[in-house]
C-alpha cells in the first residue's frame, strides 16, 4: 500500500487507540525501558505526528474489564520515577531470594499495578471505524489482552497487534514460569483475535503466520536514539573492553561468555591480552546459574563488569566507548542491541538465532551454541584490530539509519489494511 491510498484507507478509520496497560505497568516498576519496551513507547510517542498526515487520531487508552479509558501517556513524571525507582530496589532486594519467592512477588506486583493502571482516565465511547493497537508486552499487565478482545467484541471495533517475538510460544523451554506461561496464552488469544498482525522481522512473521493461520505484515523496526552519553558513575572501564547488552536470562547466553572468557585467561597465562568484558542487562529471576557461575571463579570476575541499573546516558557512553559487540543469545525477535551499536559505529559478533536486519557487512555471525566458534570469532577480533575498524569505517560511511517517521508509517500502512494484504 502507498502513502496515497493509505490516506484513502484513512477516510474511513476515526481513531488509532494505542493500548499502554503494560506501559503503565512497566513503567511503574522500572525507570529504563529494556527493547520491546523502548520500542513501544517510541512508537506510542511518535505515530500521533505521524498519522495527523493521514488525518488519522491517534489516541492512548487502557483497557479495563467493562471500558476504555482514554489516558495521557506521561511516563516521565517525578512522582512515576520515585514509584520505579522504589519498586527496582524491591526488585533487586528480592533478587537474593529462591526463584520461586521471586516469580511470587513479581506475579503479585505486576497484578496490583495492572488494577492502579486501569483506574486512571476517562471512559471513550468506541465504534466500529476506532482500531485498537497492541504495540508491546501485554502480559506484563494481567487482563490487558482480554480486555483489548472484549472491548473489541463490544464495539465493533478492529484490532491490530505488533508481534515482537513468539518466544513465549515457541521457546517454551526458557518460558515454563508463571510470567511465561501467561505470555504464551495473552499472545495465542490475540493472534486469533486481531485482524491486523505485523510483525518485527520476516522470522516472527513465519512464525506469527503459522499460530494464527492469517497474513502477517513484517514492519522492521526504527533504529534506536539513546541519550547523550555520559557517564557519571564511571562505569566504563580504564581499559578497552568488549560489551554485551541484554537481560541476564538463560536465552541471551551469557555463561557462554563466561566459558569464552575463561578459556582466554587460561590460554593467556598472565600475558595481560585479556579484555574486560562488560555485561548490561537487568536482572531476572532464572539469573542464578549465571551469578552462580561468576561467583566460583574468582580470577573470572576480575576481567567481567556487570551493570544491571544503566541509564540511558551510562548505556549510550558503553556503547561508545567499546571495541565491539557480542551478541551470543539463542533466539530472538529482532536483536536491539546490534542496532544500538551500530548508531555508535560499532559491529557486532552475533549468532545465527538473531534475524537477519541486512547488516551483513557489519558483524560477523556464528553458530548459536558453538562456543568454540564464538571464542574464535572473539579472540580474531580483538587480535587483529585493523580488520574490526575497517568494519567501523564501512558503518560511519555506509549504514543508514531507518528513521521513526518511515516506521510508523510503515506501520499505519499495516494496520489500515482492510484485510491484512
Not at 64 to 72: F, G, I
Not at 146 to 152: L, Q
Not at 247 to 263: A, E, F, G
Not at 359 to 386: C, K, L, T
Amino acid at each position: 500500500m502507498t502513502v496515497t491510498s493509505a490516506r484513502r484507507e484513512a477516510a474511513g478509520a476515526r481513531r488509532v487507540l494505542i493500548v499502554v496497560n503494560d506501559l503503565l505497568v512497566y513503567r511503574a516498576a522500572a525507570t529504563q525501558p529494556t527493547g520491546i519496551q523502548r520500542l513501544a513507547e517510541g512508537y506510542t510517542g511518535h505515530l500521533p505526528g505521524v498519522a495527523a498526515t493521514l488525518g488519522i487520531e491517534v489516541r492512548t487508552v487502557v483497557v479495563a474489564p467493562d471500558a476504555v479509558r482514554d489516558v495521557t501517556l506521561d511516563t516521565r513524571s517525578s512522582g512515576g520515577r520515585r514509584f520505579a525507582r522504589g519498586a527496582e530496589l524491591a526488585l533487586r532486594i528480592s533478587a537474593h531470594a529462591p526463584r520461586s519467592v521471586q516469580e511470587r512477588t513479581r506475579t503479585a506486583g505486576r497484578r496490583f499495578l495492572a488494577r492502579r493502571a486501569r483506574g486512571g482516565g476517562h471512559q471513550l465511547e468506541i465504534g466500529p471505524r476506532d482500531t485498537f493497537l497492541v504495540l508491546g508486552a501485554p502480559w506484563i499487565a494481567p487482563g490487558m489482552a482480554a480486555g483489548a478482545v472484549a472491548a473489541k467484541a463490544r464495539s465493533g471495533a478492529r484490532l491490530a497487534q505488533l508481534v515482537h517475538d513468539m518466544l513465549p510460544i515457541t521457546g517454551a523451554k526458557w518460558y515454563g514460569d508463571t510470567q511465561g506461561i501467561a505470555a504464551a496464552a495473552d499472545l495465542t488469544l490475540l493472534l486469533g483475535a486481531a485482524d491486523v498482525l505485523a510483525a518485527v522481522s520476516p522470522e516472527v512473521a513465519a512464525e506469527a503466520a503459522n499460530v494464527a493461520h492469517s497474513h502477517v505484515t513484517v514492519v522492521l523496526p526504527p533504529d534506536p536514539i539513546l541519550a547523550t552519553p555520559n557517564d557519571p558513575r564511571g562505569l566504563l572501564p580504564d581499559a578497552p573492553y568488549v560489551l554485551t547488552v541484554g537481560t541476564i536470562h538463560p536465552r541471551k547466553s551469557h555463561v557462554l561468555l563466561l566459558d569464552v572468557w575463561s578459556r582466554w585467561l587460561v590460554a593467556d597465562q598472565g600475558a595481560g591480552r585479556v579484555p574486560c568484558l562488560v555485561i548490561v542487562g537487568r536482572r531476572h529471576p532464572q539469573d542464578g546459574p549465571f551469578f552462580e557461575r561468576l561467583a566460583s571463579e574468582p580470577a573470572l570476575r576480575s576481567y567481567v563488569r556487570v551493570v544491571t541499573d544503566a541509564s540511558d546516558p551510562e548505556l549510550a557512553a558503553l556503547y561508545e566507548g567499546c571495541q565491539f559487540l557480542v551478541f551470543p543469545s539463542l533466539a530472538e525477535g529482532w536483536g536491539l542491541p546490534i542496532r544500538e551499536a551500530l548508531m555508535y559505529g560499532k559491529p557486532s559478533i552475533v549468532t545465527d538465532a538473531i534475524p537477519s536486519s541486512d547488516v551483513s557487512r557489519f558483524i560477523e555471525v556464528v553458530p548459536a551454541r558453538d562456543g568454540e566458534a564464538f571464542d574464535r570469532a572473539v579472540r580474531r577480533w580483538w587480535d587483529e584490530p585493523e580488520a574490526v575498524e575497517r568494519r567501523i569505517r564501512a558503518i560511519r560511511e555506509e549504514f543508514v539509519p531507518r528513521s521513526w517517521d518511515r516506521a510508523c508509517l510503515d506501520l499505519l500502512v499495516a494496520i489500515l489494511s482492510v484485510d491484512g494484504n
